[in-house]
């Protein structure tokens, strides 16, 4: 039986990243601190999936593995997933900092916003 009252309570946080996401671009912020907030939109999007149902849900934070479940219960037509590798380096790069460290430019993490938008309105729509 899907548990819609847990799925909601990780939709309502993913919707708080991205209304955050949101606000910093508004407001020409860093793009690094907006493409975490991106990543985290999207991370809880997907443990959404999980919460709906009943599984535990991962301690992860890389995306493509929590992607290969979701994928498997909502059919996505159009994701690549190099975006979302490239969204969950977003995560690894902001909190370890080294020589892979590089800031997201301004068009692609308003690309990606978008992205996550879709993404969230498809996962919501599904679990509704």
């Keep these: 039986m899907p548990n819609k009252i847990y799925s909601l309570e990780w939709l309502n946080l993913a919707n ?7 606000v910093l671009l508004r407001e020409n912020h ?13 991370e809880k ?24 479940f979701v994928s498997e219960k909502i059919p996505f037509d159009n994701i690549d997933i190099e975006d979302i590798i490239t969204i969950s380096d977003y995560y690894e790069t902001d909190r370890y ?21 879709q993404l969230l309105k498809k996962i919501e729509e599904f679990l509704d």
């Design 16 to 22: 708080r990243n991205l209304e955050t996401a949101r």
């Design 45 to 68: 999007s997907f443990k959404a999936v999980y919460a709906y149902f009943g599984i535990s849900i991962p301690r992860t934070h890389t995306l493509t593995v929590l992607f290969n």
């Design 30 to 42: 860093y793009t690094d601190s907006i493409a975490i907030e991106i990543h985290q939109t999207i």
């Design 97 to 117: 900092p080294g020589p892979r460290y590089i800031l997201p430019s301004r068009e692609e993490v308003e690309r990606y916003f978008q992205f996550a938008q």
